[in-house]
């Protein structure tokens, strides 16, 4: 069964600091995999998605993630977190057809001024 | 203009009420989603359209039913409602399939 960890709950990094959030995933193939953020009280947010093709992918808010097959794992970056950074961050991932999303439980991201 | 709409967003009520919950996507997307999300932010799908046709059903309890009247609105209706329901659900859709997945805001459902 398809499955998705992120080993951290909760990371606290200092304003202007860089950020990776780790998430691995188990699958029986490649499947689709896609970041989202979710600020206090709101929705959630498409930062970035892998489909094919290049494994660095950028994303919005100068989010990237690369996709490393090998490691099973597909970790979010940013060079320098803001302070509205701040919030829920959710990896997903989806078979082909893209139906059954699965999330993962989340990393909750603090910036320290 | 909202893409994915709920309402309400805040919804309080006793247990054994019967409530609804309703969302419209003005996307043009084929498939529509509702996710729980519980006290520890973990989400979870519970249901999907796809044209009309429910195509996901995971083991939700049976006085949960999706109604959706046409491709832009999919519906939640709880009978009975229990302490547990209590969560934030979402709405979701997505067009195709190789396509993400675009959220509502959110109901946060309490029940008393």
């Known amino acids: 069964a398809q499955s998705v960890t992120q080993p951290d709950i909760h990371i606290t990094v200092s304003e202007g600091a860089s950020l990776e959030l780790r998430c691995n995933y188990s699958?029986?193939?490649?499947?689709?995999l896609f970041w989202y953020v979710q600020s206090p009280g709101q929705g959630l947010q498409l930062l970035l998605k892998?489909?094919?093709?290049?494994?660095l992918v950028q994303g919005i808010k100068g989010f990237e993630a690369e996709f490393k097959r090998s490691q099973s794992s597909f970790n979010l970056r940013k060079p320098s977190v803001h302070w509205s950074d701040a919030a829920e961050y959710f990896c997903?991932?989806?078979?082909?057809?893209?139906?059954?999303?699965?999330f993962g439980a989340g990393t909750r991201l603090t910036v320290k001024p | 203009d909202t893409a994915v709409s709920q309402t309400p967003k805040y919804l309080v009520t006793q247990m054994g009420n019967d409530k609804s919950i309703k969302c419209e996507q003005n996307l043009g997307h084929d498939t529509m989603y509702w996710y729980k999300q519980d006290s520890k932010k973990f989400l979870k799908i519970m249901f999907s359209?796809?044209?009309?046709?429910?195509?996901i059903n995971e083991t939700v309890p049976n006085r949960f039913s999706p109604k959706s009247p046409d491709k832009a609105h999919l519906n939640l209706h709880i009978n009975s409602l229990e302490l547990g329901d209590s969560a934030v659900y979402f709405c979701?859709?997505?067009?195709?399939?190789?396509?993400?997945?675009?959220f509502g805001p959110g109901t946060r459902l309490t029940v008393l």
């Open positions: 359209y796809n044209n009309k046709e429910l195509i």
């Open positions: 997903a991932v989806a078979p082909y057809n893209n139906n059954d999303m699965r």
């Open positions: 979701a859709s997505r067009a195709g399939n190789y396509n993400e997945q675009f």
């Open positions: 892998y489909f094919s093709g290049d494994t």
């Open positions: 699958y029986g193939a490649t499947p689709y």
